[in-house]
């Protein structure tokens, strides 16, 4: 079973094929902070508040799907450039596990 280190806050084996969220909460790491540990898509990858950097193994995660692209974009402008994710960084809803992997949460209240 692969293993999903949290830098500085944990790592847990989980089954091919888990996200990164199952990952975290076997870790006991909560992946979202402030107001959004309530208010958040609870995994439909809307948010955008669960995104983790990737450090180390970027290859042993699912490609990124339609929903990492758009998550987050503010409703109703179409024109606005999709806000989506940064190099490096993925959604730990939407984001499988094929092999050990090493993220960072993050987190808004960290700097």
Known sequence: ???????????????????????????????YSGFYKLDN????????????????????????GLREGW????????DVVRRGNAPGERLACQALVLRDVVVRPRLRDEP
């Open 71 to 78: 998550a987050g974009r503010p409703r109703g402008k179409r």
């Open 41 to 64: 898509c609870h995994g439909l990858g809307l948010c955008g508040e669960c995104r983790v950097r990737v450090l180390d193994g970027d290859d042993a995660l699912t490609e990124p």
């Open 1 to 31: 079973m692969p293993t999903v280190t949290f830098e500085g806050h944990g790592a847990a084996e989980v089954p091919v094929g888990a996200t990164i969220k199952q990952a975290a909460k076997a870790a006991g790491v909560c992946l």
